[in-house]
């Protein structure tokens, strides 16, 4: 049986390409997990096609979360029902504080079923406003969990960078958010509501592969011209930075872009790949394990072809795969002083080759 997710923050927008999916393919279902209640312990299953709802019941699970309700409810159901053999698809819309990489995982590792796309449904009206916004999950009554503290900036950056389509609803800037869209996720094709999204159902989504291209620990980023106001910048160098400048200028760095990604070198760590992770004024920086050229060579069988492939296009004969590798994607950026920012991180040819006692990024250095 084959299987649409589709993901979105809005949610009026992501159930109009439910619809549209089910109006356009025959013997088709779709289920959604209502979670607006999860606080209260209970999620509601909810089954419709195109004529409306077949099916709405309280789920009983051992957790009221969403991956008690991914494992042990919406997995079974979709097992259930492509053993029916009565439909052709189901479409999955998914709860909008949901991220779709797990779910699309979860499916695609069923023999049974499958994952033909991923779409992420967003409302024009409020697309550039959500992506630069500083509400908490919790600040809109979306959070899924007791203490889940994530961004609406934060879950909808990485709804729109996973799928391979994103259908736009309503209206708003059209070309502004093409724009802004199309660097953000330069592989995902872009679709308005009502128009297309059928045509993704013959191929099959590869998670592995999706996960490859979002992974900053690897990703390979490349500029984009200015466009509509958006504009993407890498900054590759091949230089560690100074750990107390990088802390003294990271609320500022931050604050330039809506969006900043990839991986990094500090002097304090230099066997330590940091990623990089901001959605407007928030920052994550984790440890993304060791540098290629930190490992001995019996390790390195070990390592994902992934992170192999990557490391060789960033290979320096000196200094291996380590590098600073960037990319901040924001609407009337000031990219020259960005980089002028981050170029006066970098350790100078006097600092090299010195110890650094105080890291505050030390904590990082823990796996």
């Keep these: 049986m084959r299987i649409a997710l ?7 927008a992501r159930r109009q390409a439910v619809n549209d999916l089910l109006a356009a393919v025959p013997r088709s279902i779709s289920v959604h997990h209502d979670m607006e209640d999860i606080g209260d312990g209970a999620v509601h299953r909810v089954v419709r096609d195109r004529s409306g709802p077949a099916e709405s019941e309280q789920v009983h699970l051992d957790h009221a979360c969403a991956s008690c309700t991914l494992r042990e409810d919406l997995i079974p159901f979709l097992l259930r029902t492509a053993d029916a053999g009565r439909h ?15 779910i699309a995982e979860n499916i695609a590792a069923q023999d049974e079923l499958r994952l033909a796309t991923v779409a992420t449904a967003v409302d024009l009206a409020h697309l550039t406003a959500d992506l630069g916004s500083n509400d908490d999950l919790s600040d809109r009554e979306l959070d899924i969990a007791q203490d889940d503290s994530r961004t609406v900036a934060e879950v909808l950056n990485r709804q729109l960078e996973y799928p391979n389509a994103i259908v736009l609803h309503g209206s708003g800037a059209d070309s502004h958010a093409r724009s802004l869209l199309g660097q953000l996720n330069p592989t995902a094709v872009i679709v308005r509501s009502g128009s297309g999204l059928q045509g993704f159902l013959d191929g099959r989504f590869e998670p592995e592969s999706a996960h490859a291209r979002v992974n900053p620990a690897w990703a390979q ?5 200015e466009e ?4 993407t910048v890498t900054w590759t160098r091949t230089r560690p930075m100074h750990p107390e400048r990088l802390a003294e200028a990271l609320e500022e760095i931050v604050a330039m872009s809506l969006r900043g990604r990839g991986r990094f070198w500090l002097a304090s760590q230099p066997d330590t790949l940091l990623v990089w992770d901001s959605h407007q004024d928030l920052l994550m920086v984790e440890n993304g394990g060791p540098w290629m050229a930190a490992l001995p060579d019996a390790a390195m069988d070990l390592v994902s072809q992934t992170r192999r492939s990557s490391a060789l296009l960033d290979w320096d004969p000196v200094v291996g795969d380590r590098r600073q590798h960037l990319a901040f994607t924001g609407v009337g950026m000031d990219t020259g002083a960005l980089l002028t920012l981050l170029d006066s991180c970098l350790v100078t040819e006097a600092e090299a080759g010195q110890e650094f006692h105080n890291d505050p990024f030390a904590e990082f250095s823990e796996k």
Aim: charged share 25%; hydrophobic share 40%.
């Design 88 to 102: 052709d698809l189901c479409v999955v819309e998914s709860w909008d504080g949901v991220e779709p990489r797990l």
């Design 228 to 231: 509509q106001g958006v504009r």
């Design 221 to 225: 980023y490349t500029d984009h011209a």
């Design 6 to 12: 589709v993901a979105g923050l809005h949610a009026a």
